[in-house]
């Protein structure tokens, strides 16, 4: 009995970092790095930092993320241009600004759309 318990309570142990942390979802030839939800230093949010690369060739002219946080949606834009493989590191303070903060970490982070320099909409 002794010893259930105490598999128990180390897988617990275990389980309890995952759960905590932001499912990234890379999608779209987009690879996501980070996801963080920044706080205001008051108690609410001020957007998410995304720290992500566009795989493809052709630059990349918008990134729209679907961010998850407190049982929330929010689609986070990312206009410019990204080219192949160069790191973007973007606080974006286009939604999710001005909720309660509730730590770091998002639910889900993950690419919606991708809209590239040479015509193509991926989705």
Not at 68 to 78: A, K, Q
Not at 85 to 94: R, V
Request: some cysteine.
């Amino acid at each position: 009995m002794q010893r259930i318990f105490l598999t128990g309570l180390i897988a617990a142990a275990l389980l309890v970092p995952c759960a905590a942390s932001a499912e990234i979802v890379p999608a779209f030839g987009v690879t996501i790095q980070s996801c963080i939800v920044n706080s205001n230093g008051g108690g609410l949010t001020n957007g998410v930092n995304i720290v992500y690369y566009n795989t493809h060739q052709s630059p990349a002219t918008e990134v729209d993320f679907l961010v998850r946080y407190r049982g929330h949606r929010y689609v986070l834009i990312d206009r410019g241009t990204f080219t192949q493989n160069a790191q973007i590191n973007h606080n974006l303070a286009n939604t999710l600004v001005g909720r309660s903060w509730q730590g770091p970490n998002a639910k889900l982070c993950t690419v919606q759309r991708v809209y590239l320099a040479n015509g193509k909409v991926l989705q």
